[in-house]
């Protein structure tokens, strides 16, 4: 099944300009569908492969934690 960028945005939860960022820097494949730019659609497997892409992504970012800054200016 082919989603809409509407439909991805509800999907996902975020905005459609997002959905529209994440497709035009690469991050979520997409099909062009007509003539000229096309309608975009996304299919399943796309959604699927870059939902897998963000977990993996985020095992990979592990920070070591921020020094705590001590905050000479407040008086408590």
């Known amino acids: 099944m082919l989603l809409?960028?509407?439909?991805?945005?509800?999907r996902l939860?975020?905005?459609l300009s997002t959905v529209y960022g994440l497709i035009?820097?690469?991050k979520i494949a997409c099909h062009r569908i007509g003539r000229?730019?096309?309608a975009v659609r996304v299919s399943e497997e796309d959604l699927t492969d870059?939902?897998?892409s963000c977990?993996?992504?985020?095992?990979?970012q592990t920070k070591p934690p921020r020094p705590r800054v001590k905050l000479k200016h407040l008086k408590l």
């Open 36 to 38: 000229g730019r096309g």
């Open 55 to 60: 977990r993996n992504a985020e095992k990979n």
């Open 24 to 26: 035009e820097t690469g």
């Open 13 to 15: 939860n975020v905005s």
């Open 50 to 52: 870059y939902l897998a």
């Open 4 to 10: 809409k960028p509407r439909q991805l945005a509800e």
